[in-house]
């Protein structure tokens, strides 16, 4: 079972939920596929570090062999190549690594070289096997660290796993929920946070997965009545309220898992574990 925990902003408390439903479920994996600000494995702590990097291929041209026929730049519909004062210029920013430029030069002209695009780390934390990706200062995107992340072979064996998705619902949101079993979208219960569940949920549906809400840092306001409100007008299942809370803001901020060290958010995480599983299976 995947779970993607998602949110239409940073902030709204998408981490808090992600690794506290991971160690509520015991042995599972937590994967943090929030590469540009990945935090997850700072409440983790995890042992036993394994570290790989993940590259990309990308074109480079012989000059000496290019006759400037354009096949190459014809074929790439990213535009990640150029004709530019009779030599082929390669865009690594918006390349996509297809490798179809090469395929069709007739002059075998373009080859591929890798070049790095960030990290990935695994470890274990008390029966939670903890997955992080790190994406290179300077790299355009995250899609290809994320798509190591979830392909991994150890992951697959996992019964339950959570997914740390990015905020947003860019490329990367995508690429992180596309094979999961049940989306759990994190919102603030205030204007701005309605604002960005719209948004989320509007994603979410599009790619046909079952989903539901969790309000954080929820108090009683018009605000939290308006986002309650719309989640029973577009007929969204509300999982749960997580309170404005100094205890639980404390112990989160000093990097704690408050499901492993206080007994009542224990008992809430647990809680909400289950209601979700129940939804999963429908």
């Known amino acids: 079972m995947r779970i993607a925990v998602l949110s239409g902003k940073g902030g709204a408390g998408k981490t808090l939920i992600a690794v506290n439903l991971a160690a509520a479920a015991g042995r599972s994996a937590y994967v943090d596929c929030d590469v540009e600000a990945p935090n997850g494995h700072l409440f983790f702590k995890p042992t036993h570090i394994k570290k790989s990097e993940v590259a990309i291929k990308v074109p480079i041209l012989n000059p000496l062999l290019c006759n400037g026929c354009r096949a190459c730049v014809d074929f790439c519909r990213f535009n990640a190549l150029a004709y530019i004062k009779e030599t082929v210029v390669v865009f690594n920013d918006v390349c996509h690594s297809c490798g179809g430029c090469v395929y069709v030069c007739p002059q075998n002209a373009l080859s591929e ?3 790095p695009v960030g990290t990935i780390q695994s470890g274990f934390s008390k029966g939670v096997s903890v997955y992080t990706g790190e994406l290179k200062i300077g790299m355009p995107s995250g899609v290809p660290i994320i798509k190591k ?8 064996q996992e019964v339950y796993t959570v997914v740390d998705c990015p905020p947003g619902s860019a490329c990367t949101v995508m690429e992180s929920i596309k094979d999961a079993d049940y989306c759990v979208v994190v919102a603030e219960a205030t204007a701005f946070g309605l604002h960005d569940m719209k948004m989320v ?3 979410v549906r599009l790619m046909g997965k079952p989903h539901g809400v969790i309000l954080n840092k929820w108090i009683e306001g018009e605000a939290s009545e308006l986002t309650e409100t719309c989640c029973r007008e577009e007929e969204v299942k509300l999982l749960g309220k997580i309170p404005f809370d100094s205890t639980l803001g404390t112990l989160n901020s000093n990097g704690e ?8 958010y224990r008992a809430m995480f647990s809680a ?3 209601t979700i599983k129940e939804e999963v299976k429908g």
Do not use: N, P, T
């Not at 992340?149 to 697959?156: P, Q, S, V």
């Not at 898992?257 to 009542?264: E, K, M, Y």
């Open 113 to 115: 070289r890798e070049i």
């Open 149 to 156: 992340l979830l392909d991994a072979k150890d992951l697959k």
């Open 201 to 203: 949920l509007e994603l």
């Open 257 to 264: 898992i408050v499901a492993r060290v206080d007994d009542a």
């Open 272 to 274: 909400l574990f289950e």
